[in-house]
C-alpha cells in the first residue's frame, strides 16, 4: 500500500546526498565565506529524520 510512498523517501536520502555532495564540493572550491556545519547538521537530522520515517512504514 506505502510502496510508492516508500520509494520516494528513498529518492529523497539520494538527493539528500547530492546536496551533500554540493556542500562539499562548494566547501571545498570556497565559493562559500560562511561555515557550513549546521547545514551538515540539517542533513544529519533530515536523514536521521527520513530512514525513521521509512523503517516505521515498512513495519
Same mark, same amino acid.
Given at each position: 500500500?506505502?510502496?510508492?510512498?516508500?520509494?520516494? !523517501?528513498?529518492?529523497?536520502l539520494?538527493?539528500?546526498?547530492?546536496?551533500?555532495?554540493? $556542500?562539499?564540493?562548494?566547501? +571545498?572550491?570556497?565559493?562559500?565565506?560562511e561555515? !557550513?556545519?549546521?547545514?551538515?547538521?540539517?542533513?544529519?537530522?533530515?536523514?536521521?529524520? $527520513?530512514?525513521?520515517?521509512i +523503517?516505521?512504514?515498512?513495519?
Open positions: 500500500m506505502f510502496g510508492n510512498f516508500v520509494q520516494f !523517501l528513498y529518492i529523497s539520494g538527493s539528500l546526498a547530492e546536496l551533500e555532495t554540493q $556542500l562539499i564540493i562548494c566547501e +571545498r572550491l570556497e565559493f562559500c565565506g561555515d !557550513l556545519s549546521h547545514h551538515y547538521d540539517d542533513c544529519d537530522r533530515i536523514r536521521r529524520m $527520513l530512514q525513521s520515517l +523503517r516505521y512504514i515498512k513495519q
